[in-house]
């Protein structure tokens, strides 16, 4: 392990990184050296390839996580935790649901995990998911990661979870920014340049992802770009008008960014 880790990427999933911060890696956004840890690995989620078991899913989600960081020339560390079906949660109530983390028997676990990486490293950026989407395991991570900054006095900031973040509107995702921390501000990175980059390197997670890559990974990256958010926020609220923004979009090659919140 690196002693002189400055950023602590910290992914609930194997995926998340590659979705939320992927341009902003390719861009040498943050300050080396850096780790990326995922926290959820023992999988049996594979919608795009037909595997036979949680040990296969598990060990090809691992060797995507070691392709992707082996890219970006960073560090990787994980932790072994099942993830919600591997845990009994298997409807969509019990994984996406109004939950509090602190309520999952896992929390105190990952917690203690984290603390303990994380307080090896008092001087690194410790980047975490906001949250966004309501998925239990981001809120486990972004809640522990919070608590054990705060504690310690370790410096935090927040990414967007995408592809989450393009179902809500702007001003959910400002909501919830202030839920974290009212003192939170949005810095955008324009990933422009490097975006198809981006979805090469997340072709990568072959487990997950397929030809198409999700929608919201463009609408989300263009509408951070657009000042009049008055049209935006009329056009998140409703489906037809998001996907036509999707299109017109597309073919006008607008520009296209990163948030986080520090």
Sequence with gaps: ???DIKTLLISPHSDDIAYSLGG?????F??????LVTVFTQSNFSPRLKLDSPEEITRIRRLEDLEFTRKMGIEY???????????GKKSNEEIFGNLDPCSDPVYNLVYLSLSKLIKQFPNALVVSPMSLGENIDHKIVSEACLSICQENGIEISFYEDVPYASLLTLKQIEN???EIKPDLKPYRIDITPKFNEKLENLRMYKTQIGRRIPKGVFTHSVRIGIENTKFVETIWANNF???CFYYCMYIREEKKYE???K
């Design 1 to 3: 392990m690196n002693n």
């Design 24 to 28: 902003a890696l390719i861009k040498d």
């Design 30 to 35: 943050f300050e080396r050296p850096i780790s």
């Design 77 to 87: 560390m994980n932790f072994h935790f099942p993830e919600p079906p591997l845990r």
């Design 176 to 178: 919830k920014a202030f």
């Design 241 to 243: 008008l998001r996907n």
């Design 259 to 261: 948030r986080i919140w």
